[in-house]
């Protein structure tokens, strides 16, 4: 879904750390979108690399996903965060980072076509495809 909305010099890694200057341990996004050129199968990458940050909400997960990352990638400048959340059926787009946390923010029900306006490039997406949690 990502992958195909970048345009040709970026790329969408996954399962890797990402050193926060704020931060004592790596914070790992569940995907991150840096250079292609950039990517180079390591274990970490310097923050000042990622475009934009996806974290999927999994049970264990939503206070740190809401809370704790989406705070710690605004306060190290990250442009743009998607949270992408099957137990609400929705995702929520965050922009203009800052000390507290991003300034913008939409919350979009799944079933709409997606449209980040990152440092990339607009980033269009359908989430009609995207899991939802049976017991919602």
Request: charged share 20%; hydrophobic share 45%; with cysteine.
């Amino acid at each position: 879904m990502l992958e195909a909305a970048l345009p040709e010099r970026w790329t969408a890694v996954g399962g890797v750390g990402f050193v926060f200057a704020e931060q004592e341990a790596l914070l790992c996004p569940d995907l991150a979108v840096v250079p292609a050129a950039a990517a180079r199968n390591l274990d970490s990458y310097p923050a000042g690399l990622i475009e934009l940050t996806v974290e999927v909400v999994s049970p264990g997960s939503v206070r740190q996903d809401y809370l704790v990352k989406d705070r710690a990638y605004a306060r190290a400048g990250i442009a743009n965060h998607l949270i992408l959340d099957p137990y609400q059926g929705h995702c929520v787009t965050l922009w203009n980072p800052g000390p507290d946390g991003y300034l913008g923010r939409d919350t979009i029900p799944y079933g709409k076509t997606v449209t980040i306006a990152s440092t990339v490039g607009p980033l269009v997406f359908d989430t009609s495809g995207l899991p939802v949690d049976p017991a919602r």
